[in-house]
């Protein structure tokens, strides 16, 4: 230093002791100037008191020797511990060069200047908080000072300002959230406590609202929820604690839409190796269920967000048991959300031309309103995370974001790293949107389509079953009832399902048939689901029966028959026909969802029991087993003896005798049961009993053969087992029961047996040309 510098009012004795290196000489130095500047307050000479500091500052705390900056430092504590309650005047002379020397890299030097700036500020009290940024900013980088004594320093600084700030009402957080919102980035641990520190002080400040202002610290706050020091992460659980508290008391102030797609990134968990993950994806998780039940419809436009975060999290084991519940409450709440007021909006029915149709629900409950959120957060710097946006910006009218829950659900049935429970949930979700939105729903129909059909092949039953509930709601819902021609547009160049006249047709062509509660999608439904079963076999024979019997439960037995077996009529693929018709006719003659169909068919009665019998007939002849098998069932057994005596004609093949042994297992089930007590009456029933005589000598010396056989034996006065011509019977109650089995001229039986022949002479050119064999055959067209 330049001792030859004017130095005055500071006496040579004051400067050269300022630069001692003896911490003592420099302290008595520091008396000196507190005298002076008494001296120069009770004058009230500010002049020589700014002449005196900016001395201390420029030519000792800025000076370039390091005991000059050490003397600087103690001689601006002095001035300040001088100056008292007028210290304030002079605030950012004081403070701004012991700030300076925080950057020092003798640690000692950073001691001194922190123990200058607790008597600066000791002495100011509040009077330090317009300059608080400053000193917050200084004190966050001494936080993480590698040197002990300096750290231990900051602390008693840090302290100290605490408790001004806590006691004080002028604290100004507009100005210092900004500098909170960088410097909640630091990645450095002891930065991080310090931060979380100031949080907790400042949100437990009655008079200082750090909600408001929660939104643009939130972020940080998941961050350092994060870091590896344990202490660290209780603190922030505690401080992210207190705000949802506060939250939940005050949830009308709150600004839901800032904080959504904050707690949409931290749901996703980007690395699940990292246990701290675990920890953020569950809080988050939580503040996403509390966001849900607070804000209530409010949230609905952003669904598409929130549903991308929750669902992956519903097929979690219980390692992460937690944070499944939570998802679970939000994809249950938020379902809960969506009404039939969301299928009502004018200016998209005017665009899509659709009309109205009533829901098949009652409303439910709606839950807490709130308003509508703003439009969310930019996600720059998030590409691989999933964001969701506002649909609508009008605060007026909730909006439900249709077209990115549509997408989000699309992408999750896609996916095949989604889980079971996933994937269960996304179909309760298109179920629960086809009930409460149908309108709205059906614009996607056709793109859900192919992906519904496709997870009917799925592992799971559970899922299978959802999906069938979905694709039952499809084909049956009243607002799917399309324009007929665009129903059908590229589906099938076949002719069309031909319904009984009874059946009204809800707007629908002789292109698209419908019933009573059926839709144009059914038949579409019908023809795939068909087309699904021939290109995959082994679906066929592991699931076919398990999701025909549920169709017959979630839509009309009599529909689902009806229809497949007017498409198997025109299937060109007969060894799949055969296939088909054999695993319907199963279903048909044994599973307890039929019964109803079962007894409609059993008698006849009704000129419709008897055209379905005809339309069921006509594809069952791909079969010859299952033709019979019907004939049974409908107590039709003069015709089933007439066809059994054809069978003489069809290649016998070991499937073929497999399939009449079946037939004969089914004779003894109880399904048949009223069959076997019609064997008493021989007198009114011989063809039965010729029917079943035939279907013996079809069978080989096997187990079959002697069940059959036994039980025909057991058959009274064998004797009496003779074909009377019909003319000549004159018994009337022989004649009641012919009329009771054949009460309609409607069934043209020697029709049915014309078109017996024609299929199975099809079958039969089908397998010479399989085998080689050349067959002249005569032209059959198809009845």
Known sequence: MNTEKDFTPLTPNIVRALNDKLYEKRKVAALEIEKLVREFVAQNNSTQIRHVIQILASEFALSQHPHSRKGGLIGLAACSIALGKDSGLYLKELIEPVLTCFNDSDSRLRYYACEALYNIVKVARGAVLPHFNLLFDGLSKLAADPDPNVKSGSELLDRLLKDIVTESNKFDLVAFVPLLRERIYSNNQYARQFIISWIHVLESVPDINLLHYLPEILDGLFQILGDNSKEIRRMCEVVLGEFLKEIKKTPSSVKFAEMANILVIHCQVADETKVTNDLIQLTAMTWMREFIQLAGRAVLPYSSGILTAVLPCLSYDDRKKNTKEAANACNYSLMKLVTPEDDDDDDEDEKSGSTESPSREDKVDAGD??????????????????????????????????????????????????????????????????????????????????????????????????????????????AGQTDPAAACDGLDSRPALKVPDKVGKTGAAESSPSTPSMNSYFYKFMINLLKRFSAERKLLESRGAFIIRQLCLLLHAENIFHSMADILLKEEDLKFASTMVQTLNTILLTSAELFQLRNQLKDLHTADSCMLFCCLYRSWCHNPVATVSLCFLTQNYKHAYDLIQKFGGLEVTVDFLMEVDKLVQLVESPIFTYLRLQLLDVESNPYLIKALYGLLMLLPQSQAFQLLSHRLQCVPNPELMRTVDGTKRADPKEREAERKRAPHANVDYGELLRHFDCVQGKHLEVRHQRSGRVAELPDRKLM
Not at 426 to 434: E, I, Q, R, S, T
């Open 369 to 478: 309103g709130g308003d509508m959120l703003n439009s969310s957060q930019e996600a720059a710097g998030f590409s691989n995370i999933s964001f969701f946006a506002p649909a609508s910006t009008d605060r007026s009218q909730v909006t439900l974001d249709m077209d990115g829950i549509v997408q989000v659900l699309d992408r999750h049935l896609h996916d095949g790293s989604t889980g079971m429970m996933t994937r269960i949930a996304v179909l309760k979700w298109l179920y629960h949107l086809y009930i409460k939105t149908p309108r709205k729903m059906f614009r996607h129909t056709d793109s859900l389509f192919p992906m519904l059909l496709k997870t009917l092949s799925d592992e799971s039953d559970e899922v299978i079953l959802k999906d069938l509930e979905v694709l039952a709601e499809i084909a049956s819902s009243p």
